[in-house]
Structures are given as structure tokens and as C-alpha cells.
């Protein structure tokens, strides 16, 4: 069963950047697509985007354009998220989930990386 | 993009009773040349990560509990807890799936009564 390892939480400054990963244990990426979440305190879910590793093929939601950016390492079976020109309100808890073969449901999430922005 | 409604925000439900949670989509989430509706239900418990309970509208995952159900087509939705445990106190989210960018709704909260 695949399980999805997420980077520790992070702290950083108004304009800076941030990068999360995300490693898949227990199998590899195969052709499945992996999604990003994020989930400000007290707030729902919201999607950010998601990447095809096999393919290369990255889909951003028009909110984070030109700030995110997701890179894959196969060798590693590993995802990365950046996200660059922090904001306080890109405080939050950024997760990974694997969509399902099949839908782009997610079956299979990390356990989030939590990102306070601060100064 | 399509907005998802939910609706109760908060859902305060007596052990063993029923608890109904509505979802609405802004534009259908069936898609007509394989008659499946693009909607998934998650469960977050406090503190945890989401869980995946629904999909296709109305598939429970496996291992999932079956007085869980998931039932509706086209914009509305409705996911059903048919006896309340303690253990199902959480946030429930709809989600769809059939276009870009993929939305979820603002989210249940189910709590005891």
C-alpha cells in the first residue's frame, strides 16, 4: 500500500520561498497523477494544482500561477511543491494525495507539512 | 470554475440518528458519455489528515463503514450517515472531479447532539 511521506513544517518570511516533498514509500509513482492541497487554520480544502510525474505534465490552479511550481524526481519516487513570494496568508498545511487511477479523487494523502509565514 | 455548496456549515446529530449532509454543484458533475457523476466525499476528523469515503457519487472505498452512503446525480448530492457513531465526528467535504480545477465545498461539520 503506498503511503505518502511529507517534509517537516517549516517557518518562513513574508517573500520568501518554500518547497515541500512529498515521497512515495511502498510503491512507485507509476502513471498515477499527485495533487496539492492546502488547508488555511480553520478553513477547507483547497487545490492547487497537480503533476503527472511519468508524463511531466503539470496542471496549476489560475490563483497560484507563475507562484508554484511542481518538479518530480522518479529515482527518488518523490514530488516537490515551491511556492515562491510567500504571504502571511499562504500560512497553512500543505498536503500531497495521489488521485485515483481512474478519477482525479484522492485515495491516498501525506500527512501534511504545516508552513507559518511570519516575520 | 464549478462551485461546490454545502450545506449544513454545522450538523449537530444525537448518537445512532441519522445525519444528512447536502452538496450542490454550480454545473453538473455527470458527464453524459459514461453516465458517472465526477463526486467524491472526504471525512477529516479533528487533527487528522482527509479521508477518502466516497467516489463516483455513491462507491464506498473499501474499509470504509457501510452506514456511510453517498447518493444524488447531476448538482445535487447528499451524503448520509445512517447511525451516527461518536468516532464519525469530523468534517465532511464534497469534492468534484470532472473539470479543471478540481473544487471542493466549504465543508460540514458533524458533531454530537
Known amino acids: 500500500q503506498v503511503q505518502l511521506g511529507q517534509s517537516g513544517a517549516e517557518v518562513k518570511k513574508p517573500g520568501s520561498s518554500m518547497k515541500v516533498s512529498c515521497q512515495a514509500s511502498?510503491?512507485?509513482?507509476?502513471?498515477?497523477?499527485f495533487s496539492w492541497m492546502r488547508q488555511a487554520p480553520g478553513q477547507g480544502l483547497e487545490w492547487m494544482g497537480g503533476?503527472?510525474?511519468?508524463?511531466?505534465?503539470?496542471t496549476y490552479a489560475q490563483k497560484f500561477q507563475g507562484r508554484v511550481t511542481f518538479t518530480a524526481d522518479d529515482s527518488t519516487n518523490t514530488v516537490y511543491m515551491e511556492l515562491s513570494r510567500l504571504r502571511y496568508e499562504d500560512t497553512a498545511v500543505y498536503y500531497c494525495?495521489?488521485?485515483?487511477?481512474?478519477?482525479?479523487?484522492?485515495?491516498?494523502w501525506g500527512k501534511g507539512t504545516t508552513v507559518t509565514v511570519s516575520s | 470554475d464549478i462551485v461546490m455548496t454545502q450545506s449544513p456549515d454545522s450538523l449537530p446529530v444525537s448518537l445512532g440518528e441519522r445525519a444528512t449532509i447536502n452538496c450542490k454543484s454550480s454545473?453538473?458533475?455527470?458527464?453524459?458519455?459514461?453516465?458517472?457523476?465526477?463526486l467524491a466525499w472526504y471525512q477529516q476528523k479533528p487533527g487528522q489528515v482527509p479521508k477518502l469515503l466516497i467516489y463516483?457519487?455513491?462507491t464506498r472505498e473499501s474499509g470504509v463503514p457501510d452506514r456511510f452512503s453517498g447518493s444524488g446525480s447531476g448538482t445535487d448530492f447528499t451524503l448520509t450517515i445512517s447511525s451516527l457513531q461518536a468516532e464519525d465526528v469530523a468534517v465532511y467535504y464534497c469534492?468534484?472531479?470532472?473539470?479543471?480545477?478540481?473544487?471542493f465545498g466549504g465543508g460540514t461539520k458533524v458533531e454530537i447532539k
Open positions: 494525495a495521489r488521485q485515483a487511477d481512474g478519477g482525479a479523487y484522492m485515495d491516498v
Open positions: 511502498g510503491g512507485t509513482f507509476g502513471d498515477f497523477a
Open positions: 503533476i503527472i510525474p511519468l508524463f511531466g505534465t503539470r
Open positions: 454545473q453538473t458533475v455527470l458527464y453524459s458519455s459514461n453516465n458517472r457523476n465526477y
Open positions: 463516483w457519487a455513491s
Open positions: 469534492q468534484q472531479y470532472l473539470s479543471i480545477p478540481l473544487t
